[in-house]
């Protein structure tokens, strides 16, 4: 009977250790193809967004005379900043290609240069009166498809991928024609061609042209909106904390206000941005697409998850620290802001940054409230029409262009740093401040 029972329960531990190896092995293959799936991500958006970041430039001798500016010397700056910059533009290249003497090929080497760079050529001229007359070499932004293929260092030699030939992997994938790719080879050969980090990403609006769309207008939109949702949310989040924690009675009252915040704290984002657009806007007239009107929305999005955070961190401070200070005098007022509310802050301020963080990177309430208008501007206030970033990413994710994929990527790289930061700073600041009782 021993026997038997020594060899059976050997057999049941056996099974039992193959049971947990296999448990094991489960747990690693699932933490081994998520980080995969994560790497797999995070490398297709740094592939297809790094280009963002770099911008293509044309070397072009431009004359800057009467005949091609169509304005005299001594005119007015609003005549001179209204010169015809363009046709300077188009004269050059002409100049530079002497033989495309056909109406649709002139008009398809123009089509080289963006559209913008008669803008940065009217400032280059502004800053200086005293260029007029003369001819400077000049490095004008190059049109999105160009710009695609001088920053991935494309061979421009190869074919056009076609019908035709739609299996060939060495073929070219672009808009251009084969003229097109020949001046755009002409110019690459001559060194006239230059890739730079790109400046206009940072410092420019939206903008129907890829290669001038930039997110400088998305970034001060969701400053301008993460401010006012912090404004709001913080203060009356840490105040209905302290109130439950400290000093609610334990009631049916308070109850049904504890349940009620754990279940706002589940409510799908949308039902706040339909909410901001019946309240805030159609029924209060406030501005739509407004900062003021995203920043209110996210914070009552983030009010719950503060409130959670915060009196978790409350309790957390241990009853010895209350009974002291009861113990030497103080009031009930003096025992939170003197001695609880300092040593919780630590932990309430990390849930107010991961709510934050949470609220950056939101997009349907503030679709629902407008956020997704176009916006070239920047905005100079919380009541001026803005985007946010995650809204920024939205739209150019639906542009036919292929350059806006790399702006696409673009943002959510800086999108996902910034979210990164703020996660680092709430964990930087939970481990500096912590106190274990």
């Known amino acids: 009977m021993s026997n038997n029972t020594t060899e059976k ?3 049941s531990l056996q099974k039992r250790y193959f049971k947990e190896k296999v448990f094991r092995s489960i ?33 072009l001798d431009v004359t800057l005379t009467e005949e091609t500016l169509d304005v005299s010397a001594d005119a007015e700056d609003s005549e001179l900043r209204r010169a015809n910059y363009l046709g300077a533009i188009r004269t050059a290249l002409r100049e530079r290609f002497p033989e495309v003497t056909k109406r649709g090929d002139k008009r398809n080497l123009y ?15 502004m800053e200086d009166r005293s260029r007029f007359g003369q001819t400077h070499s000049l490095w004008l932004l190059a049109d999105d498809e160009a710009d695609a293929l001088l920053k991935r260092n494309k061979d421009l030699t190869k074919p056009i991928r076609t019908g035709e030939n739609a299996k060939n992997k060495d073929a070219l994938i672009t808009r251009l024609n084969t ?34 769309a930039g997110i400088r207008a998305a970034l001060i939109g969701s400053a ?33 206000v504890e349940v009620n915040i754990n279940n706002l704290a589940a409510v ?21 697409s407004a900062p003021v009107v995203g920043g209110i929305v996210l914070s009552l999005m983030t009010l719950p ?16 620290i209350r009974e002291a200070a009861r113990g030497l005098g103080a009031s009930p007022v003096q025992v939170v802001t003197h001695h609880v509310l300092p040593l919780a802050m630590p932990g309430i301020l990390t849930g107010t940054i991961i709510g934050l963080a949470q609220a950056l990177g939101e997009t349907a309430p503030l679709l629902m409230i407008g956020m997704v208008a176009f916006i070239v501007d920047i905005p100079n206030s919380v009541t001026d029409p803005a985007t946010v970033l995650p809204v920024q990413v939205f739209l150019w994710a639906d542009a036919p262009e292929r350059a806006f994929t790399e702006r696409t990527s673009g943002a959510i790289l800086v999108l996902l740093a910034f979210l990164v930061v703020m996660n680092l700073t709430a964990v930087l600041l939970r481990k500096k401040f912590e106190r274990r009782w």
């Open 27 to 59: 747990g690693v293959v699932a933490i081994v193809a998520s980080l995969s799936f994560l790497v797999v991500l995070l490398g297709s958006i740094i592939y297809k967004g790094y280009p963002a970041f770099k911008a293509s430039y044309i070397q």
């Open 224 to 256: 301008y909106t993460l401010l006012i949702t912090f404004v709001l949310s913080f203060p009356i989040a840490v105040a209905a904390a302290i109130y439950l924690e400290e000093f609610a009675p334990q009631n049916k009252f308070t109850d049904i």
């Open 111 to 125: 089509r080289l240069i963006s559209s913008g760079a008669e803008y940065a050529l009217s400032d280059f001229m």
């Open 305 to 320: 998850t503060i409130i959670i955070s915060s009196r978790a961190a409350l309790k957390a401070v241990p009853p010895s």
């Open 179 to 212: 003229d097109q790719l020949g001046w755009l080879q002409s110019f690459k050969e001559a060194g006239e061609t230059d890739v730079r980090l790109a400046s206009t990403f940072f410092t420019n609006g939206d903008s129907r042209e890829a290669e001038q």
């Open 268 to 288: 799908p984002s949308i039902v706040f941005g339909l909410l901001g657009l019946a309240v805030f806007i159609n029924y209060l007239q406030l501005p739509r």
């Open 9 to 11: 329960v050997r057999a």
